[in-house]
């Protein structure tokens, strides 16, 4: 078959990253700045990453706006105002546009484009990748800013392609408005984005039915309006916000408190979780030290948390099936606005599809163990094949021809270098990878700081004519044990989750995420750049290994 132009063409670049996320415009701005030629390509017909996708109703960030954008520039954050403590995705995705307006970054985009491989040429030190539509680049470095959170879970039912109304997942929401006036809808999952989803959809609906699998801790977000004053002082107290949350633990100001729920007594305790109640957020989870560690400290926040339920939800059925077991805290803290309520509306029902589970999609509705639904709409809330998901939506090929999937053993055997490289794939970097704090905290705050440690690194890479650096073997082992070791002495590894890849049939069990912290990590990686980049290795232009 004759090839096609684009086929025959090779594009040349210093640099490509993968995404236009939060991740991908910041790494492509760096680089850009110093001086690399380089490209982002993007699957989406924009920017925003997954806040380009998840268009659903009631979507909205789930840290305070004025810590969840960048804080590289400080003119950028002077010039941008955030309406609310927690912004909806809307403005969000505005947000993002205005940094890829404001830094011209729109020129070095190539959207709607798809990678499909990436491979290392070890005789030139150098990634060959190709687009889906058969495009051929050329890089000496290659990062990836494709998200923790972004490969849509659509679970496999039986009779999907049956149904005869519509169907959506909230991670693929269409741009157009979807009214759900007078329909009968379905939506299973009762994760962030269900809990998010459940009260808009319910105010639309003629009935909403819930088909629930876990049930989940929420606590209020107390969301409002910010005051220009408020901005303005946040806008005044730059150089603290940044210093402050680059150090903390998750990315935000406050620091979670030093004393254990087992110190205070029942009645101090109750006041002090009345309170974080009453602020909302996320006050609860930093209200004590060791809800995370210990299992009778976070027995008393989840009894807390259930008895709130109880108070809010009238019919005492409903409440019952509303009500976790799991360890609090231990699958995505939520935060909510009028999820509880929602279930008073006599709109809205409540199927639990652990008790009674899915048996298949019908062309009319949902068919769990004992009835039948019939349904207008279904809205998949079921989140994602969370981190190495769309890592391994690629073929990424490193040195001998070995498979990311491969050498991963399909994410049973994941492991990292401070969750940025991975032995046996030089130059490749990976921008909020498996076994670094990334999702357990306020993403932002994370990405800079990978995105700034992996620009020094390729400066120094330069500065020294090195060709290619590779995580070191023995370095990944000790640094993948020491994250397990770590997270075991929590209760993460205690609950399925997404976070341990128990919400994907079939997906291997593990906790890639690095609990330490993210100041503590930074400090870890900055010592790592330190002492030369210790644990990995160079290749010299010459291509030798030192
Ligand atoms: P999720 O937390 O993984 O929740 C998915 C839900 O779908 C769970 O309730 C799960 O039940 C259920 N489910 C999955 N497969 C199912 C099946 N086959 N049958 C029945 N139920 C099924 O996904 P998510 O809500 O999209 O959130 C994912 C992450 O994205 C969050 O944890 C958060 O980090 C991020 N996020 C953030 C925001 C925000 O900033 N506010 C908003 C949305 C998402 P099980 O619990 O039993 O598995």
Redesign the pocket.
């Known amino acids: 078959m004759p090839s096609t132009k684009k086929e025959n063409q090779v594009t040349n670049l210093d640099a490509v990253v993968i995404g236009a996320g939060f991740s991908g415009l910041y790494m492509l701005y760096r680089l850009r700045e110093a001086g690399l030629s380089t490209r982002a390509y993007e699957a989406a017909g924009g920017v925003g990453g997954v806040w380009y996708w ?1 268009r659903y109703p009631g ?5 305070e706006s004025i810590y969840y954008n960048y804080t590289f520039s400080e003119e950028l954050y002077k010039e941008w105002s955030w309406t609310s403590r927690y912004p909806e995705q809307p403005e969000i995705l505005r947000y993002l546009n205005f940094v890829a307006d404001k830094f011209d970054l729109r020129k070095d985009i190539q959207f709607q484009t798809r990678i499909q491989s990436a491979h290392y040429d070890e005789s030139s030190n150098r990634w060959n990748i190709r687009t889906e539509d058969g495009e051929s680049i050329s890089a000496t470095y290659f990062i990836t800013g494709v998200g923790c ?1 972004s490969t849509a ?1 659509i ?1 496999n ?1 039986k009779g999907l392609d049956n149904f005869k109304g519509d169907w959506y997942h ?2 693929h929401w269409p741009h157009e408005k979807v009214d759900f006036t007078g329909k009968r809808v379905g939506i ?9 989803a459940i009260p808009v959809i319910a105010k639309e609906a003629a009935h909403l039915t819930v ?4 049930p ?1 801790y929420t606590v209020p977000a107390r969301n409002h309006p910010h005051t220009k004053e408020y901005i303005q002082q946040a806008k005044e107290n730059f150089h603290e916000i940044k210093k402050t949350i680059r150090a903390s633990l998750g990315g935000l100001p406050t620091p979670p408190s030093d004393r254990s729920a087992l110190e205070d007594s029942p009645e101090v305790r109750q006041q002090v979780f009345e309170e974080a109640w009453k602020e909302g957020g996320p006050a609860i989870l930093f209200s004590y030290a060791d809800l995370l560690t210990n299992e009778d400290a976070n027995e008393t926040v989840s009894v807390f948390i259930r008895s709130k339920i109880r108070e809010i939800v009238e019919d005492p059925e409903t409440a019952e099936k509303l009500s976790p077991t799991y360890y609090y805290g231990t ?2 803290a ?2 909510d606005t009028d999820y509880f309520e929602t279930y008073n509306r006599p709109n809205v029902s409540l199927v639990d ?2 008790k009674a589970p ?1 048996q298949e999609i019908t062309a009319q509705g949902i068919r769990t163990a004992d009835a039948e639904y019939e349904l207008d709409v279904i809205v998949f ?4 094949d ?1 981190m190495t998901g769309s890592l391994f939506k690629m073929d990424i090929r490193g040195k001998d021809d070995v498979s990311l999937k491969d050498k991963w053993e399909n994410g049973s055997a994941t492991s990292t270098y401070l969750g940025i490289a991975t032995a046996g794939f030089p130059n490749m970097f990976m921008i909020t990878g498996p076994e670094s704090p990334s ?1 357990l905290g306020n993403m932002p705050v994370a990405i800079e700081q990978h995105v700034e440690w992996v620009m020094d690194c390729i400066q120094y890479l330069r500065k020294h004519d090195i060709a290619a650096i590779e995580a070191n073997a023995d370095a990944e082992q000790a640094w993948s044990k020491h994250c397990r070791e770590l997270a075991d002495t929590t209760l993460y590894t205690k609950t ?3 976070y341990t890849g ?2 994907i ?1 079939g997906k291997a069990r593990g906790f890639q995420i690095y609990v330490g912290g993210y100041g503590p990590y930074r400090d870890h990686c900055t010592e790592i750049a330190a002492k030369g980049y210790e644990g990995f290795s160079f290749i010299t232009t010459a291509n030798t290994v030192v």
């Open positions: 998840n979507a909205r960030c789930d840290s959170i879970n679970p039912m909230t991670g299973i999952g009762t994760g962030s984005s269900g809990v998010q088909f629930q699998r876990t989940q699958k995505r939520i935060i599809v652990k899915i809330a079921t989140g994602y969370g999702v399925e989750s997404w128990a919400n049939a």
